[in-house]
């Protein structure tokens, strides 16, 4: 094996859509898509809207946001403010 053939570096994708392929699977990699949103409450219906994500990694300043998306959002482990 040749490490550096192997090698996937950190990928962060804008401009994603909810519909992308990108979305449809949970993502086993070093991927992070990127998706805008107007309003918290947006976002989180957005969210519910898929089955229950294996992770769910929150990041915000906010504990009454994090608190907030944390309660509102099953998932099956996360954290806040790290990954």
């Known amino acids: 094996l040749h490490r550096e053939e192997n090698y996937m570096g950190p990928t ?5 859509e909810w519909t992308d392929k990108v979305m449809k699977d949970e993502i086993f990699g070093p991927i992070l898509p990127v998706i805008p ?3 918290l409450d947006e976002a989180i219906e957005r969210i519910l809207n898929y089955p229950k994500p294996l992770a769910f990694y929150v990041f915000s300043e906010s504990s009454e946001k994090q608190r ?3 309660s ?3 998932f099956g ?3 806040i ?3």
């Open 37 to 39: 949103y107007d309003s």
């Open 72 to 74: 509102r959002v099953p």
């Open 77 to 79: 482990g996360g954290c």
């Open 68 to 70: 907030s998306i944390i």
């Open 12 to 16: 962060v994708m804008k401009n994603v």
């Open 81 to 83: 403010n790290d990954t």
